[in-house]
């Protein structure tokens, strides 16, 4: 967890091999390493061992936890449609955990989309974490910190004004500061989308340069890149 909360996944991955059973596979290694796979960019690597931990796994909970995960996967894969039914078997799974209805509101926002249902399901992923509890406070925080990064994302995406959007990325931010660097990343660049559809070109530039800086081996610092590349801003 040290390697991964540095952004040193690489290393992370290394250690998962700790989490077999002698030379068998565990629902704990299959899970650890598909995450890592995927803040990596092993797309393929990562589906291929979350859905092979899936089958191993039997608590609800960490069931439902790998699925979102692998929602993501194909997420970035743009495969939408599959990611939208991971997620929602994610939450059926865990229903008090907002964070895979934030996936699917990602999911709209990705596509340039369906904004409205975008929108009703990030404040439904904000209104269940609010509440949530059963972890670590730092946790929950995180947790919410990244939900809301993605509402205002949806709200500017649905017209809201920069004002919103700027008290929302401040509080998301705050609330993510002291987080695993991959998080922090991500609460960046789902900013700079934000600022993106409110045609603050320097804002968004800016985030997306912090989401590269702070996450330079991860997925988000290399989508974040990439933007910046692809982009005249």
């Given at each position: 967890m040290?390697?991964y909360?540095?952004?040193d996944y690489s290393?992370?991955l290394?250690?998962t091999?700790?989490?077999?059973?002698?030379?068998?596979?565990?629902a704990p290694?299959?899970?650890?390493r598909?995450?890592?796979?995927?803040?990596?960019g092993q797309?393929?690597?990562?589906?291929?061992a979350?859905?092979?931990?899936l089958v191993?796994e039997?608590n609800?909970?960490l069931r439902a936890?790998?699925?979102?995960t692998?929602?993501?996967?194909?997420?970035d894969?743009?495969?939408?449609?599959e990611a939208?039914?991971f997620?929602q078997?994610?939450?059926r799974?865990?229903s008090?955990?907002?964070?895979?209805l934030?996936?699917?509101?990602?999911?709209?926002?990705?596509q340039g989309?369906e904004f409205p249902e975008?929108l009703?399901?990030?404040?439904?992923?904000?209104t269940?974490?609010?509440?949530?509890?059963?972890l670590?406070?730092?946790a929950?925080?995180h947790r919410?910190?990244e939900?809301?990064a993605?509402?205002?994302?949806?709200?500017?995406?649905?017209?809201?004004?920069?004002?919103?959007?700027?008290f929302?990325v401040a509080?998301?931010?705050?609330?993510?500061?002291d987080?695993?660097?991959a998080?922090?990343a991500?609460?960046?660049?789902h900013?700079?989308?934000?600022?993106l559809?409110?045609r603050e070109?320097?804002k968004?530039?800016?985030?997306?340069?912090?989401?590269?800086?702070i996450?330079?081996?991860?997925?988000f610092?290399?989508?974040?890149r990439?933007?910046?590349s692809?982009s005249?801003?």
């Amino acid at each position: 967890m040290a390697a991964y909360k540095a952004g040193d996944y690489s290393t992370a991955l290394k250690a998962t091999e700790g989490l077999k059973d002698g030379e068998s596979k565990t629902a704990p290694y299959c899970f650890y390493r598909g995450g890592m796979l995927h803040h990596l960019g092993q797309l393929t690597e990562a589906e291929a061992a979350l859905r092979e931990g899936l089958v191993l796994e039997e608590n609800p909970r960490l069931r439902a936890l790998a699925a979102d995960t692998l929602a993501s996967v194909l997420m970035d894969q743009q495969r939408f449609p599959e990611a939208i039914e991971f997620y929602q078997l994610a939450h059926r799974a865990w229903s008090d955990r907002g964070a895979s209805l934030r996936g699917i509101a990602e999911v709209w926002l990705r596509q340039g989309r369906e904004f409205p249902e975008a929108l009703k399901q990030a404040q439904q992923a904000v209104t269940i974490d609010k509440r949530s509890g059963g972890l670590p406070k730092e946790a929950l925080a995180h947790r919410l910190g990244e939900d809301l990064a993605v509402l205002a994302w949806a709200l500017a995406a649905n017209s809201a004004g920069a004002g919103t959007v700027d008290f929302l990325v401040a509080e998301a931010l705050r609330l993510c500061s002291d987080s695993a660097k991959a998080i922090l990343a991500q609460v960046h660049y789902h900013a700079a989308q934000a600022y993106l559809m409110l045609r603050e070109q320097k804002k968004a530039r800016e985030q997306f340069r912090q989401a590269a800086e702070i996450d330079p081996a991860g997925i988000f610092g290399a989508m974040a890149r990439s933007t910046i590349s692809a982009s005249p801003m």
